[in-house]
């Protein structure tokens, strides 16, 4: 039958497909009770021209780490995959967090648009080096030897699955007929990506989903989230934030009126349905489409009678159990035995497959007399099975079908379906799951099987599925110690793996369980925001735990102690637990960058130096093992804090560009210290386009707090460079989390403020900002040179206040440190604060020394933006000591820095101290104005497009550097060409270098 009503919802899903056509991706929520036509809208909107890749949730399999992303990316099946091994939801095997799988998602949709040819495409290695936007296959047109011509056909048939109508024994359309259609790939064709029932997808298939669209910029797609309640806990923060915002499009779907009932009622064959009658149905369905088409084909010309009878009170609908059985029930024996298979197998699988587990249905004779193929077209003429021409797969057209044929199996049958799944079956976590479900009581047996599986993919750090599989252990387990064990393994994994949305609920539960190290361990665990509840849990687990008989759980206590010291910037402490979590289990401590905490430990007890040096020699990142990447990751930070710039850039750019397999918070943590060192280094446009991917990241995994440094170092830079609107917002977030009382988050909510007012100029706000760590710095290691400076912002503000005396309580202990380390970075922004402050007191002979004794260290320091202040701070005592010859000297240096680091309001302050001594601006205009040529025009993430392209990488290799999508990488490069009056990437090349060595390297710090 024809699609019934829903005119205002196609018209505003048919001008999002045309913003999307625009290159302007677009995101949509379809949202609306079960039965409303949610899918029915989706198949009719996207039956015509649009390019579909399609995944649907499925209660039953919400848990299957990834099972939504592989029907997504076309890799979906009965469970019978072949190759890895990895189990259920093989995505966990071979995807190591969400991001990961987003981007492997990121790279399909690339795919499926295909080659644009527009002016930043490249073509792949092919290309040639001087044609931006030259591509072999745009030439030969697709199947022309030598070309790839998968963009042109268009990616695999799972990719093309259209769901079909709510309604099982509606066929599904066959809609990959494209002669009328434009091929996917054409600038004019859009994608479509169709998630339908997101509340049953699982939880990495959500994050995974948010991660890539939170990623699309200039790309041809249309992203359509079909849920039945926008506020359903099962989905991600992160996802619901994404398609509720402002900019994304919500189409709510209610029942259909009076008029379009009566004419559903007609295209069922129901005719007479006059317009009270339709009123009736209406008032009593609510217009929902799926109860009136049962009513309708259950009851036919008799619901009309009724319908006319004010007084008769119209029939219920059936339930759709009921509507399916009874279409199962005519089915003949093969059919009924093949839809049952598949029922058990999941919500899609193959004919094949479905048919060896039917084999327990039937006898002998019955099999020989029957066929697949035949079994198959009844079951999809009665509506309970599609299939389409290509699709390795078949399919229950509805979740609901599905459910309704699992659960009427009886449990003898279902159990009998399920062995002989396992024994069809060629994966080990899917034979273990069937025999699992299979299982009619406790079996300890298969319990420690499922745990060993377990356990095996928790040390190669596949947590999803490990949590899975020690779940399924525990609920065969009849001995509670051993359950209990099996649980509190199952949620560690799961606390890894960024899927416990109630750690609250989780806890409660946990609690119960018996008195143990393990219990105590994971409490801990789940209260690291309550620091000395999970002290005192840490603490008593510890006591319970023998680290000579059970290393592995004294190696993971061990490691959240050391974290536990890191939120508390205790670094000696910090030091100490993660050395010993590593003597006990090197390989297993279950706590991500454990050798970092070390490392970082070290250094803020002071023995950075000394660190570094009993590093000795490490590899390249990209041939780094995970623990020799930690190293890198923590001599990266060493070196930033050291000062030895250069080396921090290269070292955490290239840790950076090889973490795409670590967990979400290494990732996190890689950019933000990237970031950092970019800041310190000047390379500030970096430093943005890093900030805002960490960021991104953490809130892709519902984990903001893991970013609150990044979120300091975000208000900072944006500080810098005047942009005090998004300062302030990166602050207000910092502060939210500071009022937990914890040191670290008051510590990022202080600086973030305090470097704000100090780029506006309100000493006030400094201090106001700035005094809650005088009362925290003897808690932790909040002092130590080259880690996080704030004593020289403070003594300045108490200066410029005219309190000298709170001016030196702040600034000595630092300076006195400083000079213990000879910390060059650290004694020259001392000497800057020393010389401002000796010149508020009238002291110029001390303040004279001060500023020469921090020139003196700018030597050897790389910090731009330091050294700039150092020479404005000088200039500005030497004019009012009228020393003006000296001044301009010193102010016109610091006008140089400012200039080339694009610092508009400490740009301001030199420039007006450079007109108070009576000096004009020297130069050309072009020269006076910051970010008026070259490199200087481009946006932080355009800058950082070209560098990597500057660089010799594809427009792929740079997509995949920075989590994007290669056509947002071809926008970009559309708008830098013009930009730099290039028009090859030769000559943007050349472009960035005439800017100087920091426009022309690359954001892992290599030169081009």
């Known amino acids: 039958m024809e699609f019934v009503g829903r005119t205002d919802s196609l018209a505003l899903l048919a001008a999002t497909r045309e913003r999307a056509r625009a290159g302007h991706p677009q995101r949509v929520l379809v949202e609306g009770p079960a039965g409303i036509g949610k899918t029915a809208l989706i198949r009719r909107f996207l039956r015509d021209d649009t390019h579909v890749l399609y995944g649907a949730g499925e209660e039953a399999e919400s848990e299957l780490a990834f099972g939504v992303l592989e029907q997504l990316l076309g890799r979906g099946g009965s469970g019978t995959r072949d190759g890895d091994g ?226 008769v009170t119209p029939p219920a609908p059936k339930s759709f159990t009921a509507l399916v059985l009874a279409k199962l029930a005519a089915c003949s024996t093969a059919a009924d035995a093949l839809v049952c298979a598949a029922a058990v197998l999941g919500t899609h699988c193959t004919p094949a497959d479905a048919w060896e587990v039917a084999g327990a249905d039937l006898l002998d004779e019955e099999r020989g007399a029957a066929d697949v193929l035949t079994a198959l077209e009844e079951a999809v003429h009665t509506g309970l099975l599609t299939e389409t021409p290509g699709d390795p797969v078949i399919r229950f057209p509805h979740p609901l079908v599905h459910a309704a044929v699992y659960h009427q199996l009886g449990p003898s049958r279902r159990a009998a379906l399920h062995l002989s799944a396992a024994r069809t079956v060629r994966d080990q976590a899917h034979r273990l799951r069937h025999r699992a479900l299979a299982a009619a009581a406790p079996d300890p047996e298969l319990a420690a099987e499922l745990a060993a599986l377990g356990r095996r993919f928790a040390a190669e750090g596949a947590w999803a599925n490990a949590a899975g599989q020690l779940t399924a252990a525990a609920r065969l387990c009849p001995d509670p110690a051993v359950y209990e064990q099996y649980t509190l393994e199952a949620v560690e994994c799961a606390l890894l793996a960024g899927d416990v949305p109630d750690m609250g609920e989780v806890a409660q539960r946990i609690a119960q369980f018996t008195p143990g190290g393990w219990r105590s361990y994971l409490l801990g665990r789940l209260s690291l925001f309550d620091l000395d509840r999970a002290e005192a849990l840490l603490t008593d687990a510890w006591h319970r735990c023998d680290p000579a008989a059970e290393p592995l759980l004294g190696a993971r206590i061990a490691g959240q102690f050391a974290a536990l010291h890191g939120s508390m910037s205790h670094g000696a402490e910090m030091a100490e637990w993660a050395d010993l979590a590593i003597r006990l289990a090197p390989d297993d401590t279950a706590t991500d960058m454990i050798r970092v905490l070390r490392l970082n430990g070290l250094a803020m007890s002071g023995r950075a130096p000394q660190t570094l040096d009993a590093l000795g020699p490490l590899p390249d990142p990209a041939l780094a093992t995970p623990a020799q990447l930690e190293e890198l990751l923590g001599r990266g930070t060493l070196r930033e804090w050291t000062g030895d710039l250069t080396g921090a850039v290269r070292d955490l750019g290239g840790v950076f560009g090889a973490c795409h397999g670590r967990a979400a918070s290494f990732r996190v943590v890689a950019a933000t210290a990237l970031a950092s060192a970019e800041y310190r280094a000047g390379r500030w446009d970096d ?67 305090a470097h704000l007012a100090r780029a506006q100029g309100r000493p006030e706000e400094v201090l106001t900002a700035l005094g809650p760590l005088l009362a925290l710095a003897p808690r932790g290691d909040l002092e130590e040179p080259g880690t996080v400076p704030w004593a020289d912002l403070l003594a300045e503000a108490w200066a410029a206040l005219g309190d000298e005396k709170r001016a030196v309580q702040a600034l000595a202990p630092y300076e006195v440190l400083a000079t213990q380390r000879g910390h060059h970075g650290a004694l020259l922004v001392a000497a800057r604060a020393r010389g401002t402050l000796e010149a508020a007191r009238g002291d110029t002979v001390a303040a004279e020394r001060a500023f020469r004794s921090g020139l003196k260290h700018a030597a050897h320091v790389e910090a731009p933006f330091d050294r700039a202040l150092l020479h404005l701070a000088y200039g500005g005592f ?113 472009a960035l270098a005439a800017d100087g060595p920091e426009s022309g390297r690359s954001e892992s710090g290599h030169a081009p």
């Open 687 to 753: 430093a943005i386009v890093h900030t805002d991917l960490a960021l991104s990241l953490a809130a892709d995994t519902d984990q903001p707090h893991i970013a609150l440094y990044c979120r300091m170092l975000a208000a900072q830079v944006h500080a810098v460079r005047g942009a005090f609107a998004k300062a302030q917002a990166h602050a207000r977030v910092a502060r939210v989390y500071a009022a937990g009382g914890h040191v670290n988050p008051a510590l990022w909510a202080a600086l973030a403020e």
């Open 878 to 990: 030497l004019r009012r000591a009228g020393r003006r010859t000296r001044a301009g000297e010193q102010l016109r240096t610091a006008r140089d820095l400012l200039v080339r680091l694009d610092a508009p309001p400490d740009l301001g302050r030199c420039e007006r101290e450079l007109a108070a001594c009576g000096l004009g601006p020297v130069g050309s205009a072009a020269e006076r104005e910051p970010r008026t040529r070259g490199a200087a025009l481009l946006t932080p993430q355009e800058l950082a497009v070209a560098r990597l392209v500057a660089s010799g990488l594809t427009n792929r290799q740079v997509a995949r550097e920075l989590v994007i999508s290669v056509k947002t990488v071809e926008y970009h490069l559309g708008r830098i060409f013009p930009k730099l009056g290039v028009d090859s990437r030769t000559r943007l090349t050349a």
């Open 86 to 311: 990895t189990g259920i939801g093989a995505g966990g095997g071979r995807w190591a967090d969400a991001h990961a799988a987003g981007a492997a998602l990121l790279e399909a949709l690339d795919e499926a648009q295909g080659a644009s040819g527009g002016p930043g495409s490249d073509g792949g290695a092919a290309r040639d080096a001087d044609a931006p936007g030259s591509d072999d296959r745009a030439v030969r047109g697709p199947g022309a030897p030598g070309s790839d011509d998968r963009a042109a056909r268009g990616p695999a048939a799972p990719d093309t699955f259209v769901p079909a109508t709510s309604a099982p024994d509606t066929p599904a359309r066959d809609t990959r007929d494209t002669r009328d259609t434009p091929a996917p790939g054409t600038p004019d064709t859009p994608v479509a990506l169709v998630l339908d029932d997101a509340q049953w997808a699982d939880h990495l298939s959500l994050q995974a989903l948010a991660f890539a669209v939170r990623r699309l910029r200039a790309d041809r797609v249309l992203v359509l989230v079909v849920v039945r309640d926008a506020e359903d806990t099962r989905l991600t923060a992160g996802l619901r934030r994404l398609f509720t915002a402002d900019d994304a499009v919500r189409v709510r779907l209610d029942g259909l009126g009076p008029a379009e009932l009566a004419e559903l009622g007609g295209g069922l064959g129901v005719q007479g349905l006059t317009a009270q009658a339709a009123a009736r149905l209406h008032a009593h369905t609510a217009g929902n489409p799926l109860h009136v088409k049962a009513l309708l084909e259950q009851e036919g010309a008799g619901l009309l009678e009724a319908l006319g009878e004010p007084d």
